[in-house]
Nanobody, 115 residues
């Protein structure tokens, strides 16, 4: 069965950094588009970044230049390096995998940025 397990969330001061990881299993990771999304309290879930099988990336305007998505196909893991964090980055961050018409989600990891 498909599993996406996020880790690396936590509490950090504004200006700090965190690195999220998402360990994947149960599907063909190498050919999948991997992404990070986030949902703040009272808001809709929004795209943060995606990375397709060819290495193409897409970032939300709000995180461009601060966040970097990467993947290690040998470890079936996708990462989100988050630098220069702001209080408005506070949210639950979700890992997503997409392959053809299928899409899977992790359970989420909380990121809290204090001012």
């Amino acid at each position: 069965q498909v599993q996406l397990v996020e880790s690396g969330g936590g509490l950090v001061q504004a200006g700090g950094s965190l690195r999220l990881s998402c360990a994947a299993s149960g599907f063909t990771f190498t050919f999948s588009t991997m992404g990070w999304y986030r949902q703040a309290p009272g808001k809709q879930r929004e795209l943060v970044a995606t990375l397709n099988k060819g290495g193409g990336t897409n970032y939300a305007d709000s995180v461009k230049g601060r966040f970097t998505i990467s993947r290690d196909n040998a470890k079936n893991t996708v990462y989100l390096q988050m630098n220069s964090l702001k209080p408005e980055d506070t949210a639950v961050y979700y890992c997503n995998a997409a392959w053809y018409s299928s899409s899977w989600w992790g359970q989420g990891t909380q990121v809290t940025v204090s001012s």
